[in-house]
């Protein structure tokens, strides 16, 4: 089935464009400013502002067993926050757990509703030109690296590790232990300095828990331009505000962390999955997210 969805309010990186869309087979075959002379039953999009649905980080999906609770919480906090694609991590200690790890998770997200991506979460004692060989064969795109004394990095042999990781490229993400801010700030700084000096495709600051996912971070995964994005060619995942002059000019961030509550609908993989304050939730749905290239853009 084709159809076109006419003068929509687009908005992409702080941008918004009325923009009209075409679609075909729950796929955006061409976005451009009119459609004059194609004949395809067309749907009004004037009302709308149309945003790209938003990729978070969430830990606590996997941790729930049973399919009723997990519908729930997929629902109440990612689906309602206009979400439908998630990253989170598996925790490994020694290098023999990952494929273990990652083939139990596969079946613990079979009734899943929403995409999701996975990564691995290692202490920095763990990380070796082995281990991030084993993560590239097993095509995990995130590493996030537990980092507890800042003096521990000078230790690591990064010229090894940045060798390993290509040409795969999966970055490496920060989590600070310390509570205290000042060491923390301390172990930043020295994390970003020597990731820059090495050249290895990392991400400077941690990822909190239970936010949507930067832009800039998105591309260095490699999720973007696949989830987090409406684009020609891509899958028909949207969501749907109400056009309001006071929003249009709000950051994406900032629109699902405080507006989001105001979705009208939420389309995935062509299918409503939201529409108001009702979620129809398509157990099995979801799909994990192959990413086949991390940091592709950025390289």
Known sequence: MRYILEDIHLVKRR????????????????????FHSYQYMRMDGSPYIMTPTTVMLDNQVQKITSNTQQRNYIEENLIKKGCTTFLFYIEVKREKELAVQLKKINSQLLNCAIDYVTAVKIPLKLLSPTFVRLCKREKVPVIFIEIDDARALYQVPWGWIKEALFPYNAPLVPIFLSQN???????????????????????????????????????????????????????????????????????????????????????????????????????????????????????
């Not at 009325?18 to 087979?25: A, G, N, R, V, Y």
């Not at 939730?281 to 990413?291: A, C, D, K, N, Q």
């Open 181 to 299: 801010e000042q060491e923390k700030k301390m172990t930043q700084n020295i994390w970003s300095s020597l990731m820059r000096d090495v050249k290895i495709p990392s991400i400077a600051r941690e990822i909190k828990e239970g936010m949507t996912i930067a832009y800039p971070d998105l591309v260095k995964m490699g999720i973007y331009p696949f989830k987090g994005n409406v684009y020609q060619g891509g899958e028909v995942t949207y969501n749907l505000f109400a056009f309001d002059e006071s929003i249009i000019n709000i950051e994406e961030n900032d629109l699902f962390l405080y507006h989001y509550d105001r979705i009208q609908m939420t389309i995935h993989k062509g299918k409503c999955i939201r529409a108001g304050d009702k979620v129809f939730y398509r157990p099995g749905f979801g799909e994990l997210l192959e990413v086949k290239v991390p940091s592709f853009l950025t390289i």
């Open 15 to 34: 941008r918004l464009k009325k923009t009209s869309i075409l679609i075909e087979d729950n796929r955006i075959e061409l976005i451009k400013d009119k």
